[in-house]
Protein backbone atom coordinates (compact mmCIF):
# COMPACT_ATOMS: atom_id res chain seq x y z
CA UNK A 1 0.00 0.00 0.00
CA UNK A 2 1.33 3.63 -1.27
CA UNK A 3 0.98 6.36 1.37
CA UNK A 4 0.77 9.73 -0.22
CA UNK A 5 2.05 12.15 1.97
CA UNK A 6 2.10 16.15 1.06
CA UNK A 7 5.16 17.96 2.23
CA UNK A 8 5.24 21.53 2.75
CA UNK A 9 9.40 22.44 3.98
CA UNK A 10 8.15 26.28 4.12
CA UNK A 11 10.06 29.03 5.57
CA UNK A 12 13.22 29.46 7.65
CA UNK A 13 14.84 26.20 9.08
CA UNK A 14 11.29 24.68 8.50
CA UNK A 15 13.25 22.98 5.10
CA UNK A 16 16.20 21.64 7.58
CA UNK A 17 13.55 20.00 10.31
CA UNK A 18 11.34 17.90 7.41
CA UNK A 19 14.80 17.19 5.75
CA UNK A 20 15.34 14.92 9.11
CA UNK A 21 11.68 13.81 9.55
CA UNK A 22 12.15 12.07 6.23
CA UNK A 23 15.29 10.50 7.23
CA UNK A 24 13.06 8.98 9.86
CA UNK A 25 9.89 8.10 7.90
CA UNK A 26 12.31 6.41 5.27
CA UNK A 27 13.61 4.23 8.16
CA UNK A 28 10.62 3.52 9.31
CA UNK A 29 9.00 2.36 6.26
CA UNK A 30 12.08 0.29 5.08
CA UNK A 31 11.16 -2.05 8.75
CA UNK A 32 7.58 -2.05 8.53
CA UNK A 33 7.29 -2.42 4.59
CA UNK A 34 5.14 0.04 3.38
CA UNK A 35 5.72 2.33 0.24
CA UNK A 36 5.75 6.24 0.40
CA UNK A 37 5.30 8.67 -2.33
CA UNK A 38 6.24 12.47 -1.19
CA UNK A 39 4.56 15.44 -3.39
CA UNK A 40 6.14 18.45 -2.64
CA UNK A 41 4.76 21.94 -2.23
CA UNK A 42 6.41 25.16 -2.88
CA UNK A 43 4.38 27.42 0.02
CA UNK A 44 5.16 29.92 2.17
CA UNK A 45 7.03 33.22 2.98
CA UNK A 46 9.63 32.87 -0.06
CA UNK A 47 6.85 31.32 -2.84
CA UNK A 48 4.90 34.87 -1.38
CA UNK A 49 7.42 37.14 -1.96
CA UNK A 50 8.19 35.83 -5.56
CA UNK A 51 4.92 35.87 -6.97
CA UNK A 52 2.40 37.40 -4.47
CA UNK A 53 0.66 33.97 -4.15
CA UNK A 54 -0.12 32.41 -0.37
CA UNK A 55 -1.97 28.89 -1.37
CA UNK A 56 -3.27 28.80 -5.22
CA UNK A 57 -6.47 26.89 -5.47
CA UNK A 58 -4.95 24.52 -7.89
CA UNK A 59 -2.65 23.48 -5.14
CA UNK A 60 -5.53 23.52 -2.46
CA UNK A 61 -7.17 20.79 -4.85
CA UNK A 62 -3.73 18.85 -4.45
CA UNK A 63 -3.78 19.02 -0.88
CA UNK A 64 -6.98 17.39 -0.80
CA UNK A 65 -5.91 14.75 -2.48
CA UNK A 66 -2.90 13.86 0.12
CA UNK A 67 -3.43 10.93 3.01
CA UNK A 68 -1.47 13.37 5.38
CA UNK A 69 0.41 16.68 4.95
CA UNK A 70 3.71 17.17 6.61
CA UNK A 71 4.18 20.81 7.24
CA UNK A 72 7.82 22.22 8.29
CA UNK A 73 7.41 26.07 9.15
CA UNK A 74 5.59 29.11 7.86
CA UNK A 75 6.44 32.92 7.93
CA UNK A 76 9.15 35.26 6.45
CA UNK A 77 10.34 38.88 8.40
CA UNK A 78 9.80 40.29 4.80
CA UNK A 79 6.14 39.44 4.95
CA UNK A 80 3.11 41.60 7.05
CA UNK A 81 2.46 39.53 9.64
CA UNK A 82 -1.25 37.75 9.24
CA UNK A 83 -1.34 37.63 5.59
CA UNK A 84 0.77 33.91 5.76
CA UNK A 85 -1.16 32.59 8.76
CA UNK A 86 -4.80 34.23 7.36
CA UNK A 87 -4.02 32.89 3.56
CA UNK A 88 -2.22 29.82 4.34
CA UNK A 89 -2.25 28.20 6.95
CA UNK A 90 -5.83 29.15 8.25
CA UNK A 91 -6.97 28.48 4.81
CA UNK A 92 -5.67 24.81 4.56
CA UNK A 93 -7.35 24.18 8.37
CA UNK A 94 -10.92 25.78 7.17
CA UNK A 95 -10.57 24.29 3.99
CA UNK A 96 -9.90 20.63 4.81
CA UNK A 97 -11.94 21.24 8.05
CA UNK A 98 -9.22 20.26 10.51
CA UNK A 99 -11.29 21.11 13.21
CA UNK A 100 -9.13 19.52 15.59
CA UNK A 101 -5.53 20.92 16.73
CA UNK A 102 -3.94 17.61 18.70
CA UNK A 103 -0.63 18.96 20.71
CA UNK A 104 0.54 15.86 23.32
CA UNK A 105 2.32 17.15 26.30
CA UNK A 106 4.61 14.69 27.31
CA UNK A 107 8.71 15.06 29.22
CA UNK A 108 10.55 12.32 27.64
CA UNK A 109 13.58 11.23 29.79
CA UNK A 110 16.65 12.45 30.29
CA UNK A 111 15.63 15.95 29.50
CA UNK A 112 16.15 19.17 31.68
CA UNK A 113 13.00 21.62 32.19
CA UNK A 114 12.75 25.40 32.84
CA UNK A 115 10.93 23.74 36.11
CA UNK A 116 13.04 21.21 38.08
CA UNK A 117 10.30 20.72 40.31
CA UNK A 118 8.38 18.08 37.53
CA UNK A 119 9.38 15.06 37.89
CA UNK A 120 9.75 12.81 34.60
CA UNK A 121 5.98 11.00 35.10
CA UNK A 122 4.68 14.67 36.05
CA UNK A 123 3.90 16.01 32.29
CA UNK A 124 1.72 13.66 30.53
CA UNK A 125 -1.35 14.86 29.04
CA UNK A 126 -3.08 15.50 25.35
CA UNK A 127 -4.48 19.45 24.24
CA UNK A 128 -8.05 19.73 22.00
CA UNK A 129 -7.75 22.66 21.13
CA UNK A 130 -10.82 23.71 18.97
CA UNK A 131 -9.20 24.54 15.47
CA UNK A 132 -12.22 25.95 12.92
CA UNK A 133 -13.88 28.50 14.91
CA UNK A 134 -13.31 31.30 18.23
CA UNK A 135 -11.23 34.34 17.50
CA UNK A 136 -9.68 32.79 14.69
CA UNK A 137 -12.72 32.83 12.55
CA UNK A 138 -12.04 36.59 10.87
CA UNK A 139 -15.08 37.98 12.26
CA UNK A 140 -14.67 41.53 13.05
CA UNK A 141 -13.34 44.73 11.46
CA UNK A 142 -12.54 48.66 12.05
CA UNK A 143 -14.43 52.00 12.39
CA UNK A 144 -13.07 55.03 11.96
CA UNK A 145 -9.27 53.24 10.63
CA UNK A 146 -6.20 55.61 11.63
CA UNK A 147 -8.36 58.21 13.63
CA UNK A 148 -8.45 59.27 16.73
CA UNK A 149 -11.51 57.71 17.27
CA UNK A 150 -10.85 54.29 16.13
CA UNK A 151 -12.66 51.47 17.06
CA UNK A 152 -11.42 47.86 16.37
CA UNK A 153 -13.82 44.94 16.37
CA UNK A 154 -12.83 41.16 16.73
CA UNK A 155 -15.45 38.74 17.30
CA UNK A 156 -15.26 35.27 18.53
CA UNK A 157 -17.50 33.08 16.21
CA UNK A 158 -18.28 29.89 18.46
CA UNK A 159 -21.45 27.58 17.07
CA UNK A 160 -22.97 24.43 18.83
CA UNK A 161 -21.80 22.24 15.73
CA UNK A 162 -18.40 23.57 16.27
CA UNK A 163 -18.24 23.11 20.39
CA UNK A 164 -19.94 19.46 20.37
CA UNK A 165 -17.86 17.97 17.92
CA UNK A 166 -14.28 19.23 19.56
CA UNK A 167 -15.81 18.24 22.95
CA UNK A 168 -17.06 14.52 21.63
CA UNK A 169 -13.39 14.22 20.27
CA UNK A 170 -12.06 15.32 23.46
CA UNK A 171 -14.38 12.79 25.51
CA UNK A 172 -13.14 10.07 22.98
CA UNK A 173 -9.46 10.70 23.58
CA UNK A 174 -9.95 10.28 27.22
CA UNK A 175 -11.44 7.40 27.12
CA UNK A 176 -8.30 5.98 25.53
CA UNK A 177 -6.15 7.68 28.32
CA UNK A 178 -6.62 7.54 32.13
CA UNK A 179 -10.21 8.81 31.39
CA UNK A 180 -10.10 11.84 33.06
CA UNK A 181 -11.43 15.29 30.58
CA UNK A 182 -10.92 18.87 31.75
CA UNK A 183 -12.50 22.11 30.51
CA UNK A 184 -10.33 24.74 30.22
CA UNK A 185 -12.15 28.42 29.57
CA UNK A 186 -13.07 31.59 31.48
CA UNK A 187 -16.58 31.15 31.81
CA UNK A 188 -16.52 33.68 34.51
CA UNK A 189 -15.85 36.54 31.94
CA UNK A 190 -16.70 35.20 28.96
CA UNK A 191 -20.40 34.09 29.60
CA UNK A 192 -21.99 33.57 26.34
CA UNK A 193 -18.91 31.64 25.08
CA UNK A 194 -18.29 30.23 28.23
CA UNK A 195 -21.53 29.22 28.91
CA UNK A 196 -21.87 27.33 25.45
CA UNK A 197 -18.83 25.24 26.10
CA UNK A 198 -19.80 24.69 29.52
CA UNK A 199 -23.47 23.42 28.51
CA UNK A 200 -22.29 20.99 25.65
CA UNK A 201 -19.13 19.43 28.39
CA UNK A 202 -21.96 18.64 30.76
CA UNK A 203 -24.55 17.52 28.35
CA UNK A 204 -22.12 15.13 26.14
CA UNK A 205 -20.30 14.02 29.59
CA UNK A 206 -23.63 12.25 30.79
CA UNK A 207 -22.91 10.12 27.54
CA UNK A 208 -19.41 8.99 29.03
CA UNK A 209 -19.87 8.25 32.67
CA UNK A 210 -16.55 6.37 32.93
CA UNK A 211 -14.48 9.85 32.25
CA UNK A 212 -13.88 11.86 35.26
CA UNK A 213 -14.44 15.96 34.43
CA UNK A 214 -13.53 18.57 36.45
CA UNK A 215 -13.32 22.35 35.30
CA UNK A 216 -10.43 25.26 34.92
CA UNK A 217 -10.26 28.65 34.39
CA UNK A 218 -7.47 29.71 31.68
CA UNK A 219 -5.19 31.72 33.95
CA UNK A 220 -5.69 28.95 36.84
CA UNK A 221 -4.66 26.34 34.10
CA UNK A 222 -1.51 28.07 33.29
CA UNK A 223 -0.47 28.37 36.84
CA UNK A 224 -1.34 23.98 37.32
CA UNK A 225 1.00 23.41 34.13
CA UNK A 226 3.85 24.91 36.46
CA UNK A 227 2.83 23.88 40.04
CA UNK A 228 0.71 20.46 39.30
CA UNK A 229 0.74 19.49 35.66
CA UNK A 230 -0.27 16.03 36.74
CA UNK A 231 -3.55 17.09 37.61
CA UNK A 232 -4.05 16.91 33.40
CA UNK A 233 -5.16 14.09 31.24
CA UNK A 234 -6.67 15.19 28.32
CA UNK A 235 -7.86 18.97 28.26
CA UNK A 236 -10.24 20.37 25.62
CA UNK A 237 -10.52 23.95 25.02
CA UNK A 238 -10.86 27.05 22.62
CA UNK A 239 -9.16 28.04 19.63
CA UNK A 240 -7.23 31.25 21.78
CA UNK A 241 -7.00 29.25 24.77
CA UNK A 242 -5.67 26.10 23.22
CA UNK A 243 -3.27 28.41 21.23
CA UNK A 244 -1.63 29.73 24.38
CA UNK A 245 -1.63 27.05 27.03
CA UNK A 246 0.07 24.55 24.36
CA UNK A 247 3.29 27.38 24.17
CA UNK A 248 3.38 27.28 28.00
CA UNK A 249 3.29 23.13 27.43
CA UNK A 250 5.56 22.90 25.37
CA UNK A 251 8.31 24.69 27.70
CA UNK A 252 7.29 22.38 30.74
CA UNK A 253 8.13 19.28 28.38
CA UNK A 254 11.53 20.87 26.88
CA UNK A 255 10.97 23.23 24.98
CA UNK A 256 9.63 24.59 21.33
CA UNK A 257 12.06 22.07 19.78
CA UNK A 258 10.41 18.77 20.98
CA UNK A 259 6.59 19.91 20.84
CA UNK A 260 4.70 18.67 17.71
CA UNK A 261 1.20 18.89 16.59
CA UNK A 262 -1.67 17.23 14.69
CA UNK A 263 -4.43 19.61 12.52
CA UNK A 264 -6.99 16.78 12.62
CA UNK A 265 -9.74 16.30 10.31
CA UNK A 266 -10.70 12.40 11.50
CA UNK A 267 -12.89 11.61 8.74
CA UNK A 268 -10.23 13.70 6.32
CA UNK A 269 -6.92 15.24 5.55
CA UNK A 270 -4.43 15.81 8.73
CA UNK A 271 -1.65 18.05 8.77
CA UNK A 272 1.38 17.61 11.00
CA UNK A 273 3.93 20.06 11.80
CA UNK A 274 6.52 21.08 14.53
CA UNK A 275 4.66 23.88 16.41
CA UNK A 276 8.23 26.36 17.18
CA UNK A 277 8.29 28.41 14.09
CA UNK A 278 10.70 29.49 11.50
CA UNK A 279 14.00 30.42 13.50
CA UNK A 280 15.34 32.11 10.25
CA UNK A 281 18.56 33.59 12.39
CA UNK A 282 19.34 29.28 13.11
CA UNK A 283 19.29 28.89 9.35
CA UNK A 284 22.30 26.53 8.18
CA UNK A 285 23.37 26.11 11.61
CA UNK A 286 22.32 22.69 12.92
CA UNK A 287 21.22 24.08 16.30
CA UNK A 288 17.33 24.05 15.54
CA UNK A 289 16.24 20.54 17.36
CA UNK A 290 14.17 18.49 14.04
CA UNK A 291 12.84 16.42 16.97
CA UNK A 292 9.56 18.15 16.88
CA UNK A 293 8.88 17.58 13.15
CA UNK A 294 10.07 13.96 13.69
CA UNK A 295 7.15 13.76 16.39
CA UNK A 296 4.90 15.42 13.82
CA UNK A 297 5.38 12.08 11.42
CA UNK A 298 4.95 9.99 15.02
CA UNK A 299 1.75 11.68 15.48
CA UNK A 300 0.40 10.93 12.33
CA UNK A 301 0.99 7.11 12.76
CA UNK A 302 -0.01 7.30 16.23
CA UNK A 303 -2.75 9.69 16.73
CA UNK A 304 -4.61 9.60 20.55
CA UNK A 305 -7.80 9.57 19.37
CA UNK A 306 -6.76 6.12 17.43
CA UNK A 307 -6.10 4.08 20.49
CA UNK A 308 -2.75 5.25 21.93
CA UNK A 309 -2.36 5.17 25.26
CA UNK A 310 -1.07 7.33 27.70
CA UNK A 311 2.38 6.46 27.43
CA UNK A 312 4.46 4.07 25.77
CA UNK A 313 7.71 3.00 27.91
CA UNK A 314 9.61 2.02 25.10
CA UNK A 315 9.02 4.63 22.63
CA UNK A 316 9.98 7.21 25.32
CA UNK A 317 13.26 5.58 26.41
CA UNK A 318 14.08 5.89 22.89
CA UNK A 319 13.25 9.52 22.52
CA UNK A 320 14.76 10.50 25.68
CA UNK A 321 17.93 8.85 24.61
CA UNK A 322 18.24 10.57 21.50
CA UNK A 323 16.96 13.88 23.00
CA UNK A 324 19.90 13.85 25.66
CA UNK A 325 22.30 13.07 22.62
CA UNK A 326 21.23 16.21 21.36
CA UNK A 327 21.60 18.16 24.42
CA UNK A 328 23.09 21.30 22.55
CA UNK A 329 20.56 21.80 20.39
CA UNK A 330 17.72 21.57 23.43
CA UNK A 331 18.30 25.10 24.45
CA UNK A 332 17.66 27.10 21.28
CA UNK A 333 13.97 28.24 21.18
CA UNK A 334 12.55 29.95 18.39
CA UNK A 335 13.41 33.48 17.42
CA UNK A 336 10.63 34.44 14.99
CA UNK A 337 7.48 32.46 15.36
CA UNK A 338 4.05 33.29 12.81
CA UNK A 339 1.38 34.91 15.22
CA UNK A 340 -2.03 33.82 14.15
CA UNK A 341 -1.27 30.21 15.05
Same mark, same amino acid.
Given at each position: ?70 ? /? ?30 ? !? ?9 ? &??? =? ?23 ? =? ?91 ? &? ?69 ? /?? /? ?21 ? =?????? !????
Amino acid at each position: MTHTIGVIPGDGTGPEVVGEALKVLDAVRRVEGFDVELVRFDLGGERFLRTGESLPDEELALLRQMDAILL /GAVGHPDVRPGILERDLLLRVRFELDQYVNLR !PIVRYPGVQTL &VPS =HGEDDVNMVVVRENSEGLYSGAGGF =HRRGTAHEVAVQESINTRHGVERIVRFAFGVATKRRQKLTLVHKTNVLTFAGDLYQRVFNEVATEFLNVETDYVHVDACCIYFLDQPSRFDVI &VTDNMFGDIITDLGAMIQGGMGIAAGGNINPDGVSMFEPIGGTAPDHIGKGTINPLAAIGARREHRRRPDR /GV /GSSNASLRERAGRSLSSRSSMRS =HACRYR !PRGW
